[in-house]
């Protein structure tokens, strides 16, 4: 039944009801919260969807062991409000799940955002109406409301990825998976434990395991490069620093290609320094600033080489079993050219005796059993299943919701060879729905949180300019979008950047994306172009006036 009722048009000429909204917002992870926040400042009606019975997005469901941001504490943060930087304080370097958990319902509490969010809701479709120029969205309590424009801020890693493994659902242990973990303790004292994956959750998750189970089973399908971070508590200077000088550094990372902002780099080391002096100096720093050691030679094959090189030879000095750490050396890659992992005491977990790395790389998982693990008719007997495989990353959380745009046509339909957008935020026949970090923007190869802000800004913009300008729909071209995603194939491609390195082997979905999903230009750049967009009147999109 549509409850749509009591119409009535606003200010901005945008119809209003009690079910109707300027806007609706699918999630409530950093970019729903965000988008909520600036909606409701410029008055907008505005409602969340929340699937989950707690907001958070990513930050709620990947309760894993050891799951932590790989980004430092003081910059995977907002800006938009000075009382909230300055009042904050992590306790970590690099903050842990439960602290990132804790500062987003402090940010929903501060800026009273709960009351227009709508939890335990999953929205199954979103439809236009041509006519009307709005969408009618739809949840799985059959509830319908109508909004002007819809924002989907349904996070790039929030569908997991079971792999397709015959037996799975045989297995008479628990299984546990890292993109959805449960809320209450889970204990793997004295227990025989096996996880599958070895990505940047499983990397993780990996020496909190071993530290407690009686054995753990490593199953290695790629190893990859994983970085040690200088995690610390975050003393009071280093506070004190960030807090004096937030804004300057807050704007350094917008015109930095990974969004960060790092206190050295090539330019600050001794010029005569070798590449291993460099690295070594990188290493012991660990985190994703190990990347600034050589930021100016990054789109150098040789010194990608050469660091590929360096690492290799500490994985050999740290893991003690030459047959172990050989085959821990990335392989199909080289370093810098997919997002390397990073995570504390991961290489010297496989000198532990209750440690053991099955690498299968040359075969496969055979099937679950009852009991455990079957690889090569060697039965690998197993308590408890932890699966780290992963994410349907990007597009599986937009393409889980029924989306009908112009003439009916689905967002499934139009993306069956591969994701098609405009900058990651606008797709060619479905109107006024924005996408936060969608595919074709740059995603996980920067700083999320800054990309998440200024993506908001640019959709809070331009909602802005179509009111005031008397203009119904904005549209992304399509000959605009195809250009859009050509550049990011192009800029992937002289990068090296593996073309499936994020949407990984295992899709759950139908598509397979055949190029590259992440723009790998640098967020800076990135943001520059969507600046002239919007500064040359939004070329690239048609804008529709609003009939007299
Ligand atoms: P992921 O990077 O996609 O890793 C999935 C792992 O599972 C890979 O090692 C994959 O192997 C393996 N796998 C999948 N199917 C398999 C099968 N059938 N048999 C054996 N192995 C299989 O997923 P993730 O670790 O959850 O990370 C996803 C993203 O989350 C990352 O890119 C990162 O952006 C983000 N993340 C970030 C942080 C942070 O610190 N900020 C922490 C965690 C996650 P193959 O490589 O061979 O496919």
Redesign the pocket.
């Known amino acids: 039944m549509d409850k749509t009722m009591n119409m009535q048009q606003n200010t901005n000429g945008v119809t209003r009801g009690s079910d109707a909204f300027d806007v609706v917002i699918v999630g409530s992870g950093f970019a729903g919260l965000f988008m909520l926040h600036e909606l409701r400042k410029r008055g907008y009606s505005t409602k969340v969807f929340e699937a989950a019975d707690e907001i958070g997005g990513?930050w709620n469901l990947?309760r894993y062991p050891g799951?932590?941001?790989?980004?430092e504490s003081m910059q995977?943060s907002y800006s938009f409000s000075d009382e909230l930087q300055q009042d904050w304080h992590w306790s970590e370097r690099?903050a842990r799940q439960p602290e990132i958990l804790r500062y987003l319902n402090h940010v929903a509490d501060k800026f009273d955002l709960n009351k227009d969010i709508q939890l335990n809701t999953r929205v199954t479709s979103i439809v236009y109406n041509e006519n009307q120029s709005k969408w009618t969205i739809t949840t799985g309590h059959n509830d319908r409301v109508s909004a002007k424009y819809c924002v989907m801020a349904t996070g790039?890693?929030s569908v997991a990825?079971d792999?397709?493994?015959p037996g799975l659902d045989q297995f008479k242990g628990n299984i546990y998976r890292?993109?959805n973990w449960p809320k209450n303790d889970v204990s793997f004292i004295g227990r025989r434990v096996a996880v599958?994956?070895?990505?940047?959750?499983?990397?993780?998750c990996i020496p909190m395991i071993a530290k407690q189970a009686a054995h753990l089973y490593v199953?290695?399908?790629?190893p990859?490069f994983v970085i040690p971070t200088d995690n610390k508590p975050v003393d009071v200077e280093y506070e004190k620093d960030w807090k004096s000088n937030y804004n300057q550094r807050r704007s350094q990372m917008l015109q930095s290609s990974g969004g960060i902002f790092y206190d050295y780099d090539d330019d600050t080391l001794r010029v005569n320094m070798t590449d291993r002096e460099r690295f070594e100096i990188a290493w012991q720093r660990g985190g994703l600033s190990f990347f600034t050691a050589f930021k100016s030679r990054l789109n150098d094959n040789t010194i990608k080489q050469t660091i590929t090189y360096l690492i290799h030879e500490k994985i050999r000095e740290i893991v003690r079993d030459p047959v172990v750490a050989a085959a821990l050396l990335p392989y199909d890659h080289l370093f810098g050219t997919k997002?390397p992992?990073?995570?504390g005491q991961y290489y010297d977990t496989f000198n532990l005796e209750n440690v053991t790395l099955v690498d299968?790389?040359h075969t496969?998982?055979d099937k679950i059993t009852e009991k455990g693990i079957l690889i090569d008719d060697k039965l690998y007997e197993i308590d408890d299943l932890v699966?780290?495989?992963?994410?349907d990353?990007v597009i599986g959380s937009l393409l889980n919701i029924d989306i009908h745009g112009r003439s009916k046509q689905t967002l499934r339909e139009k993306w069956t060879i591969r994701p098609r957008t405009l900058l990651g935020i606008m797709i060619a026949d479905f109107p006024n729905l924005f996408t936060i970090t969608g595919p074709g923007s740059p995603?996980?190869l920067s700083n999320?949180i800054p990309h998440i802000e200024e993506n908001v800004k640019w959709i809070i913009k331009c909602i802005d300019y179509l009111n005031t300008h008397n203009i119904d729909s904005i549209e992304a071209k399509i000959d605009g979008q195809n250009a859009w995603m050509d550049h990011v194939d192009l800029v992937a491609s002289q990068l090296s950047y593996s073309a499936d390195s994020?949407a990984?082997?295992?899709s759950n979905i139908l598509i397979k994306p055949s190029s590259c999903m992440r723009y790998a230009g640098g967020l800076h750049n990135y943001l520059n172009m969507c600046e002239k967009v919007t500064a040359n009147g939004y070329e690239k999109f048609f804008l529709l006036k609003r009939s007299p």
Do not use: E, W
């Open positions: 990513t990947n799951a932590r941001c790989d980004i995977y690099f790039c890693l990825r792999p397709k493994i890292t993109t599958i994956g070895t990505g940047a959750s499983g990397v993780q199953i290695q399908r790629t990859n997002r992992c990073v995570a299968i790389r496969s998982i699966l780290a495989t992963g994410f990353a995603i996980n999320m994020f990984g082997n295992d």
